[in-house]
C-alpha cells in the first residue's frame, strides 16, 4: 500500500470466459445459428448485415474491456457540488 492507501500494483484482470470472449469474429452462419436458436426470426438477405453490426459491436466492446479504471468511482457516487 502507499501513503494514499491505495495498492501499488493494478488489480488483476479477472480469467476470460470462453462463453463471453468477443475476441473472435461470428461469421453468417454463426449468427444465423444464435437467431434461430433464440427464435429470432431472420432472413438470408440481412445475415450480412447484421453479422456486421455484431461484430462492430463486439469490437466497441472489447476496446471497453481493456479500459482500466482501476480506483475511479463509479459515476453515480459523483458530486459536482462538492467540485
Known amino acids: 500500500m502507499t501513503r494514499t492507501g491505495l495498492p ?13 470472449d468477443l475476441s473472435t469474429c461470428l461469421t453468417t452462419d454463426d449468427v ?7 427464435g429470432l426470426p431472420l432472413a438470408d438477405s440481412r445475415l450480412p448485415d447484421v453479422t456486421a453490426t455484431v461484430n462492430a459491436i463486439h ?20 458530486d459536482a457540488s462538492q467540485g
Not at 8 to 20: A, G, H, I
Not at 59 to 78: D, K, S, W
Request: charged share 20%.
Open 59 to 78: 469490437q466497441v466492446v472489447n476496446t471497453l474491456r481493456g479500459i482500466r479504471f482501476g480506483e475511479t468511482t463509479p459515476a453515480p457516487a459523483f
Open 8 to 20: 501499488t500494483d493494478p488489480p488483476t484482470e479477472p480469467p476470460v470466459n470462453p462463453t463471453t
Open 32 to 38: 444465423a445459428r444464435l437467431a434461430a436458436r433464440s
